[in-house]
């Protein structure tokens, strides 16, 4: 008895540019979050470094991929973030970066000890000194 090999005559699935490229582009954006999440949540100094790393390549590549994508017409856009939503984050950003930093220098000056309030106190000043006119 003489067999024949099977050849298979489904012919594969071919993604078109614009498929693939979104496709590419979905998985650089989730690979940025858990790169984040994993520099974040590092405890080693050489570990934490290394997904920075790697984070930072990753947006570098997601950012030119998107811009590629932008160019030829294949992402469309939601529509454009108001000015003045932009500038709200990024002043609320400024204010949390501000207590952060203050409530990590009180943690330093404390000999690294957190005392029940630390943070409060860290927004309290960060309150203060945004009522005063002026963010860092």
Do not use: W
């Amino acid at each position: 008895m003489q067999t024949t090999p099977q050849t298979s005559s489904a012919t594969p699935i071919m993604l078109s540019d614009e498929d693939m490229a979104y496709t590419i582009l979905s998985d650089l954006k989730r690979v940025t979050r858990e790169y984040a999440t994993a520099a974040t949540e590092s405890v080693c100094t050489q570990t934490r470094q290394m997904f920075t790393t790697m984070l930072d390549d990753t947006l570098r590549m997601q950012g030119e991929l998107f811009n590629a994508m932008n160019q030829n017409q294949m992402y469309n856009t939601a529509s454009p973030a108001l000015r003045q939503e932009l500038d709200k984050q990024h002043k609320q950003y400024q204010q949390t970066q501000q207590q952060t930093n203050q409530f990590v220098e009180q943690c330093h000056a404390s000999g690294g000890q957190m005392h029940p309030g630390a943070m409060n106190n860290a927004q309290a000043g960060g309150q203060q000194q945004s009522a005063g006119g002026y963010v860092m």
